[in-house]
């Protein structure tokens, strides 16, 4: 697992557990329709997967 992945908001954060919204902006996420390249780790994939109602991932 290594290179680049895109990872989109594509719903609020309101109303989400704290953890949640935490892993969120640990992505780098600020709002809906922000799009960042994180580094395929697994420590990504593990915050992707908790908010993965909320994000779109796709390859960079």
């Known amino acids: 697992m290594s290179g680049k992945i895109k990872v989109t908001q594509k ?3 309101a109303g989400q557990l ?4 935490a892993c969120v902006r640990g992505l780098g996420l600020r709002r809906i329709g ?3 390249e994180v ?3 697994a420590a ?3 915050m992707i ?3 993965s109602h909320l ?3 796709e390859k960079a």
């Open 11 to 13: 719903k609020s954060t």
């Open 18 to 21: 704290k953890n949640i919204q």
């Open 34 to 36: 922000h799009t960042v």
């Open 39 to 41: 580094i395929d780790t």
């Open 44 to 46: 990504n994939r593990g």
């Open 49 to 51: 997967n908790h908010a």
């Open 55 to 57: 994000v779109v991932v």
